[in-house]
């Protein structure tokens, strides 16, 4: 029988790792003369037993060599397992225990081996750090080294939090006295913000506004540095409420502000306790959701402390809704399913701030994108800016992908996904979980199908399925990062409302929900400008005379859309 050439021989293998290996040594120049020669040489025995192809400690014995090329002489087939400790990267996408590989793309992005840990709730754990501090609750205690790397490396994009602290070291601490809930996402960038409003004088305690957003190496190293932090990735239900809970009801210590994103430690403070509640001097809430309960509050007559909404200041609608969002939408999607955008049908449900990102994102990548939209206004923009602007019901059955952006519940329900096509991808960019209906999803006749961390499979009956990304939670914070940088001015944004707020005569704020002063955005502004070398012209005598403005600001009037 003829041996096999070269390129059937590469076709014949089947693993991709031997011939990527060989075809890369021999590029560079690493084999030897005699593995160079005819492929009559290198299937020969002895120059297999002389020269193995694989780099040390990855490479079989030459006796099995051997053996499977003489299996390839006489035209059998072979399995091959080359490289037996990293078997993990090698498991099929699709296998349904792949969320378990830490190298799987639904991993925690920052590869570290906090998802590899066994599944013993934390609660149930008795953990202390190095000076036997107790009062925490995280994954593990043990990460707190990798965590602390990466809130070092978030330090060095977020110029605004950090120049709030050199400030606080020559004034007196502006928040000295406050005991801060806060109620986030947990991540390097969080952390900065936290330490922050330590530098200014402030008490903290803190759990997750998400149940899969935490990065568990940064809540332990928050913990390892003395914080009360009660939060991991894979929370149930009861842990994410047992440990708000956790924040709010502590022996000796009471809190007197709240930093919430979503509202729900406001909610729970206010529902189980309401004397505390009345006590608190003031409220920050940055997400769209959260802002919408206040509002609602205050109708009902039930807001009984002032609350700011930062949500709508300029820097956090213009920056982080729009910026961050524009990048993160891609990384999440990319990350959790692999997919090329270019010339896929996508819906993006809203053309707020946080829909203008994502479709500004996808329609640069080549995707074809639809927008459905209740707001008029917002459709007159979407049409001009070159979008389809539909209803879902008459793109439902040919899209690739849905994301929605709305902040309101029940965007996308049972009945839109029931006529979806296979392998189409339903997510959410808004803050709440309620803009998918995911509770329909859990019904006998659909099945669950775990694909990788955050990634499920639903099955119909019919064999068709679709792909639901963090069970409707927020996906980039879920499956990715946002860029540090952006997360800064939002984090200045709210480090200098709780500021206002503590420090506020009485009087001043009445148990309403306000806006951030103009005049502090602004500031949260020109705290980031020196990072770009950026340099503001100044207004002279006439000109501020003849616009009417000050100098030093501000600028525009709070009706101004930027």
């Given at each position: 029988?003829?041996?096999?050439?070269?390129?059937?021989?590469?076709?014949?293998?089947?693993?991709?790792?031997?011939?990527?290996?060989?075809?890369?040594?021999?590029?560079?120049?690493?084999?030897?003369?005699?593995?160079?020669?005819?492929?009559?040489?290198?299937l020969s025995s002895s120059s297999l037993q002389m020269q193995p192809m694989l780099s040390r400690g990855r490479r079989p014995s030459a006796a099995v060599i051997e053996a499977d090329f003489a299996a390839l002489r006489e035209g059998k087939d072979i399995k091959l397992n080359l490289m037996p400790n990293r078997a993990t990267r090698l498991r099929g996408r699709s296998s349904s225990d792949a969320s378990n590989d830490s190298y799987s793309s639904g991993a925690s992005y920052t590869g570290s081996s906090s998802d590899e840990e066994d599944d013993v709730n934390p609660r149930e754990k008795q953990q202390q750090n190095t000076k036997g501090f107790t009062d925490f609750?995280?994954?593990?205690?043990?990460?707190?080294?990798?965590?602390?790397?990466?809130?070092?490396?978030?330090?060095?994009?977020?110029?605004?939090?950090?120049?709030?602290?050199?400030?606080?070291?020559?004034?007196?601490?502006?928040?000295?006295?406050?005991?801060?809930?806060?109620?986030?996402?947990?991540?390097?960038?969080?952390?900065?913000?936290?330490?922050?409003?330590?530098?200014?004088?402030?008490?903290?305690?803190?759990?997750?506004?998400?149940?899969?957003?935490?990065?568990?190496?940064?809540?332990?190293?928050?913990?390892?540095?003395?914080?009360?932090?009660?939060?991991?990735?894979?929370?149930?239900?009861?842990?994410?409420?047992?440990?708000?809970?956790?924040?709010?009801?502590?022996?000796?210590?009471?809190?007197?502000?709240?930093?919430?994103?979503?509202?729900?430690?406001?909610?729970?403070?206010?529902?189980?306790?309401?004397?505390?509640?009345?006590?608190?001097?003031?409220?920050?809430?940055?997400?769209?959701?959260?802002?919408?309960?206040?509002?609602?509050?205050?109708?009902?007559?039930?807001?009984?402390?002032?609350?700011?909404?930062?949500?709508?200041?300029?820097?956090?609608?213009?920056?982080?809704?729009?910026?961050?969002?524009?990048?993160?939408?891609?990384?999440?999607?990319?990350?959790?399913?692999?997919?090329?955008?270019?010339?896929?049908?996508?819906?993006?449900?809203?053309?707020?701030?946080?829909?203008?990102?994502?479709?500004?994102?996808?329609?640069?990548?080549?995707?074809?994108?639809?927008?459905?939209?209740?707001?008029?206004?917002?459709?007159?923009?979407?049409?001009?800016?070159?979008?389809?602007?539909?209803?879902?019901?008459?793109?439902?059955?040919?899209?690739?992908?849905?994301?929605?952006?709305?902040?309101?519940?029940?965007?996308?329900?049972?009945?839109?996904?029931?006529?979806?096509?296979?392998?189409?991808?339903?997510?959410?960019?808004?803050?709440?979980?309620?803009?998918?209906?995911?509770?329909?999803?859990?019904?006998?006749?659909?099945?669950?199908?775990?694909?990788?961390?955050?990634?499920?499979?639903?099955?119909?009956?019919?064999?068709?399925?679709?792909?639901?990304?963090?069970?409707?939670?927020?996906?980039?914070?879920?499956?990715?990062?946002?860029?540090?940088?952006?997360?800064?001015?939002?984090?200045?944004?709210?480090?200098?409302?709780?500021?206002?707020?503590?420090?506020?005569?009485?009087?001043?704020?009445?148990?309403?929900?306000?806006?951030?002063?103009?005049?502090?955005?602004?500031?949260?502004?020109?705290?980031?400008?020196?990072?770009?070398?950026?340099?503001?012209?100044?207004?002279?005598?006439?000109?501020?005379?003849?616009?009417?403005?000050?100098?030093?600001?501000?600028?525009?009037?709070?009706?101004?859309?930027?």
């Open positions: 029988m003829a041996r096999p050439t070269t390129s059937k021989l590469a076709h014949s293998l089947k693993t991709p790792g031997l011939w990527t290996v060989y075809e890369q040594e021999q590029s560079e120049g690493q084999v030897s003369d005699h593995r160079q020669s005819s492929s009559a040489n290198m609750c995280v994954k593990n205690i043990d990460h707190a080294a990798f965590g602390r790397r990466e809130i070092e490396i978030a330090e060095q994009e977020m110029p605004g939090l950090m120049a709030l602290r050199k400030r606080a070291e020559s004034d007196k601490p502006p928040l000295q006295g406050a005991k801060i809930i806060g109620c986030t996402h947990i991540t390097a960038q969080t952390a900065v913000l936290i330490e922050t409003l330590v530098h200014l004088g402030a008490s903290v305690r803190w759990a997750a506004c998400n149940i899969y957003s935490t990065q568990n190496e940064v809540a332990a190293a928050l913990a390892e540095s003395g914080y009360p932090i009660f939060a991991w990735k894979g929370e149930t239900e009861e842990d994410f409420w047992w440990a708000i809970d956790k924040c709010i009801n502590a022996d000796g210590w009471q809190p007197n502000m709240i930093l919430d994103d979503g509202g729900d430690a406001t909610h729970l403070m206010l529902k189980r306790y309401p004397a505390l509640f009345n006590m608190v001097k003031g409220l920050v809430e940055e997400s769209v959701t959260g802002v919408h309960r206040l509002y609602q509050l205050s109708k009902s007559g039930k807001l009984t402390v002032p609350a700011m909404n930062v949500n709508d200041s300029v820097t956090k609608t213009k920056f982080d809704n729009l910026y961050s969002c524009r990048e993160s939408i891609l990384d999440a999607l990319k990350r959790t399913t692999d997919i090329m955008f270019g010339g896929k049908q996508i819906l993006v449900c809203g053309y707020g701030e946080v829909g203008k990102g994502v479709t500004s994102a996808l329609k640069g990548l080549g995707a074809i994108v639809n927008v459905s939209e209740i707001d008029p206004i917002c459709a007159l923009q979407a049409s001009m800016d070159g979008y389809r602007v539909v209803r879902i019901e008459e793109v439902v059955k040919n899209i690739d992908v849905a994301i929605t952006c709305t902040g309101n519940k029940n965007v996308i329900t049972r009945a839109h996904m029931d006529r979806m096509k296979t392998g189409c991808i339903v997510c959410n960019m808004g803050h709440s979980n309620t803009e998918i209906d995911v509770n329909s999803l859990r019904t006998p006749d659909l099945t669950w199908e775990k694909v990788r961390s955050q990634v499920d499979h639903i099955i119909w009956p019919d064999s068709k399925r679709i792909i639901l990304i963090a069970e409707g939670r927020l996906v980039n914070l879920s499956c990715s990062s946002v860029p540090s940088f952006v997360v800064s001015i939002t984090a200045v944004t709210q480090a200098l409302a709780l500021i206002e707020l503590f420090n506020a005569p009485a009087g001043r704020y009445k148990q309403d929900v306000y806006l951030l002063p103009k005049k502090m955005d602004e500031y949260v502004a020109l705290l980031h400008l020196p990072t770009f070398d950026a340099h503001l012209t100044e207004l002279t005598d006439e000109q501020a005379k003849y616009l009417g403005l000050s100098k030093t600001g501000p600028f525009k009037p709070n009706y101004y859309r930027y």
